[in-house]
């Protein structure tokens, strides 16, 4: 008879499981994200619209593309009450998780590149902002959306047993 292993084993298999295929579906919208974010602000450039102008107005739309994937398919699973309110959370911690990349880009280029200046090339410039930003900006995201924008549904609470009342002690009380 082949042995089942306890209860424990099987939970966190579960658990573990549950969050690889979020990390999964994160990723895939973060991409399409990415590609739409790409291709609006290429095509406003092309439209001859301002540099910063087009940047933003391809982040928001991005930003928008990323909630929508986000809140109907990543995390669907769990608690949304007020949208309204879950955009704004989402667009403030995606702005954070910018915010880690530029410091990155910050601390590289400008902080150490003073003492080494290879760190101020292009590629060092990529590498720091692009790759390590984007990696510590990226799990910045998943962590703050799972926990603040996308909060699981709080536990149940634990309903107490129903009073015994083949219990004299516990039976109604007569009317008079």
């Not at 209860?7 to 990390?23: I, N, Y």
């Not at 092309?46 to 102008?53: F, G, P, S």
């Not at 986000?70 to 769990?78: E, I, L, Q, S």
């Not at 995201?141 to 699981?152: G, L």
Request: aromatic share 12%; charged share 15%; with cysteine.
């Amino acid at each position: 008879m082949p042995e089942t292993p306890p209860p424990q084993t099987s939970s966190l298999r579960a658990r573990l499981s549950a969050l690889v295929r979020e990390v999964g579906k994160f990723g895939v919208v973060g991409t399409v994200a990415f590609a739409v974010d790409l291709a609006i602000f290429n095509v406003l450039l092309q439209l001859d619209v301002e540099t910063l102008l087009a940047k933003t107005g391809s982040t928001v739309v991005a930003t928008t593309v990323a909630f929508t994937g986000n809140r109907f398919w990543t995390w669907r699973h769990r608690e949304h009450h007020n949208m309204a309110r879950q955009y704004a959370t989402f667009f403030f911690l995606n702005a954070a998780g910018l915010g880690i990349g530029l410091a990155c880009l910050t601390i590289s280029h400008y902080g150490l590149g003073q003492f080494w200046p290879a760190l101020q090339s292009p590629l060092a410039d990529n590498v720091s902002g692009l790759l390590v930003g984007g990696v510590l900006g990226t799990l910045f995201r998943f962590w703050s959306y799972r926990r603040f924008v996308f909060r699981a549904a709080d536990a149940a609470e634990p309903v107490s047993p129903a009073p015994d009342t083949t219990d004299p002690g516990l039976a109604p009380l007569p009317h008079m």
